[in-house]
T-cell receptor, first 114, second 112 residues
Framework: DAGVTQTPRHEVAEKGQTIILKCEPV?????LFWYRQTKIQGLELLSY????????DGGAFKDRFKAEMLNSSFSTLKIQPTEPKDSAVYLC????????????FGPGTRLTVL | QQQVRQSPQSLTVWEGETAILNCSYE??????FPWYQQFPGEGPALLIA?????DKKEDGRFTIFFNKREKKLSLHITDSQPGDSATYFC???????????FGEGTKLTVSS
């Protein structure tokens, strides 16, 4: 079975640009999470979907970050406009709603904003 | 406010030694505690997990010790190997929630 796929693996953007990161969860999983990972803040939850419905939209990230789940097998994270402080690794994870809640993570997208 | 805390931030042990990674939490409603292992350039992967009804969980060389009264847990890695060098995250959730709260991570280096 394919794991979580994230594209692109690396992204370089100029300040003020709009970027879209993509995620394909494990087939059959109905929970999907977007995280931001930095050395200072660690893993921060950006958004959480259950069966395509948005369950949580990380408060501090609401204004420029928008995650969508267009169908059960595809999600996007849009950052608009980007700022240098957005430079981080963005991780997508999925899990089955079956009690164990093991989250399967993708390899991440490393974003650099100049 | 950090609800899950880990120490130390980094740890170096010799091959064959036991590495001990610590975790503490604030919310007494937390009842599920997974540990994730992350190698450079990869996403975290579940290593081992424990529920609050247990005080110990073993899986090969990895053991979680859990103290509910003190709201503390630790991950022991016995016979540490260079391949265990990674960052380890303690996480917590409660009430059947799928949402995990992660600690800051401990970077483990095993020297040969």
């Amino acid at each position: 079975d394919a794991g979580v796929t994230q594209t692109p693996r690396h992204e370089v953007a100029e300040k003020g640009q709009t970027i879209i990161l993509k995620c394909e969860p494990v087939s059959g999983h109905n929970d999907l999470f977007w995280y931001r990972q930095t050395k200072i803040q660690g893993l921060e939850l950006l958004s959480y979907f259950r069966s395509k419905s948005l369950m949580e939209d990380g408060g501090a990230f609401k204004d420029r970050f928008k995650a969508e789940m267009l169908n059960s097998s595809f999600s996007t994270l849009k950052i608009q406009p980007t700022e240098p402080k957005d430079s981080a690794v963005y991780l997508c994870a999925s899990s089955l709603d079956r009690g164990t809640y093991e989250q399967y993570f993708g390899p991440g997208t490393r974003l650099t904003v100049l | 406010q950090q609800q899950v805390r880990q120490s130390p931030q980094s740890l170096t042990v010799w091959e064959g030694e036991t590495a001990i990674l610590n975790c503490s939490y604030e919310n007494s409603a937390f009842d599920y505690f997974p540990w994730y292992q992350q190698f450079p350039g990869e996403g975290p992967a579940l290593l081992i997990a424990i529920r609050s009804v247990s005080d110990k969980k073993e899986d090969g060389r990895f053991t979680i010790f859990f103290n509910k009264r003190e709201k503390k847990l630790s991950l022991h890695i016995t016979d540490s190997q260079p391949g265990d060098s990674a960052t380890y995250f303690c996480a917590a959730s409660h009430g059947g929630s799928a949402k995990l709260i992660f600690g800051e991570g401990t970077k483990l280096t095993v020297s040969s």
